[in-house]
């Protein structure tokens, strides 16, 4: 990678925020804690074969440059949102590339339905 014009989806990061209402119900609200420039791909090969393992509806990967709030822990709690087309990936686990020269995190995701 490394081709900053491979980051071409403009994408808003999310975290999740649990509230409850008046009956005591869990309302799941996404607070937005950044835009950022990422890639969308569908998963192939060995990626995906690793991934079905974890979860078997994960189908994309979503690369960032690494920031704040996206830790190799970050289950299902947050989400991307691609702002072009409002299409909304589920992070199910992400991955700090550690051996690259360039500082990105893979976050392996789950099309949510719309």
Do not use: H
């Amino acid at each position: 990678m490394g081709k900053v014009g491979k980051l071409d989806n403009w994408l808003s990061f999310q975290d999740a925020s649990v509230t409850q209402n008046a009956a005591n119900e869990d309302i799941v609200a996404y607070v937005e804690a950044a835009q950022v420039w990422g890639s969308v791909e569908p998963l192939s090969g060995r990626e995906f074969q690793r991934a079905q393992s974890i979860n078997s509806n994960i189908r994309y990967k979503v690369r960032v440059r690494t920031m704040i709030g996206i830790t190799d822990d970050i289950k299902a709690t947050s989400r991307f949102v691609d702002l072009s087309d409002s299409r909304v990936y589920n992070i199910e686990y992400a991955e700090k590339l550690r051996n690259k020269a360039d500082d990105y995190t893979d976050c392996f995701c789950v099309l949510e339905d719309t």
